[in-house]
């Protein structure tokens, strides 16, 4: 069963504005959620973090908002830049050793 | 140390064969995970390692799959008889214990194909 999802496939924006990806998750157990990043023929990479004690975290240009209540979390991207056009996974994890569960992705592209 | 490295990059094979992949963590990482990934698809757990104990594996995993890391370093991803729906991604990921949460850290992968 899919516990992280990622309902929009694609996103475009323009080049300075902002970038909102959201995700849902059904298993209120998940007390840590991440933000990947991948570009073609690459692993992802680690973007940014947030635990479920919080409910924002910031990193420079990106923004991690957590709802509990509604099972929501969003990442933010400001401004966006050519370079943010990737694939954007949401992840989660309950584990003590770490196992993530991703959502299917959301694919960026950030036009001139 | 440059990352985490998996060989090969591509794999293709023709069904029924047995394949294996190599994953080479970040050298002070004890924590290493195999992931797999279709296409439109986010990443799927297969199993997990911390140092050379295989500590859980995924209901995905089939009994035609099998992991080993036996000096805690490397690991290989061995697939028997390969079957048309094992063609994914391959992804190897790895992390440092000690805290609960770690960023793990991932190498970029290897396709297989299988016709």
């Known amino acids: 069963d899919q516990q992280v999802k990622q309902n929009s496939p694609s996103l475009s924006v323009q080049e300075g504005r902002i970038s909102i990806l959201n995700c849902d998750y059904t298993n209120s157990m998940f007390d840590y959620f991440l933000w990947y990043k991948k570009y073609p023929a690459e692993g992802p990479t680690f973007l940014i973090s947030?635990?479920?004690?919080?409910d924002k975290n910031e990193d420079g240009r990106f923004t991690v908002f957590l709802n509990k209540s509604a099972k929501h979390l969003s990442l933010h991207i400001v401004p966006s830049q050519p370079g943010d056009s990737a694939v954007y996974f949401c992840a989660a994890t309950t584990d003590s050793w770490g196992k993530l569960q991703f959502g299917a992705g959301t694919q960026v592209v950030v036009t001139p | 140390d440059t990352g985490v490295s998996q060989d090969p990059r591509h794999k293709i094979t023709k069904r029924g064969q047995n394949v294996t992949f190599r994953c080479d963590p970040i050298?002070?990482?004890?924590?290493l995970y195999w992931y797999r990934q279709t296409l439109g698809q986010g990443p799927e757990f297969l199993t997990y390692?911390?140092?050379?104990?295989?500590?859980?594996k995924s209901r995905l995993l089939s009994d035609r799959f099998s992991a080993e890391r036996p000096k805690g370093s490397f690991s290989t991803l061995e697939i028997q008889r390969t079957e048309q729906g094992d063609s994914a991604m391959y992804l190897c990921?790895?992390?440092?214990?000690?805290?609960?949460?770690?960023?793990?850290?991932f190498g970029p992968g290897t396709r297989l194909t299988v016709l």
């Open positions: 947030i635990s479920s004690i919080k």
């Open positions: 050298s002070e990482h004890n924590r």
């Open positions: 990921a790895s992390s440092e214990s000690g805290t609960k949460y770690n960023e793990q850290f």
């Open positions: 390692f911390q140092n050379e104990a295989q500590l859980e």
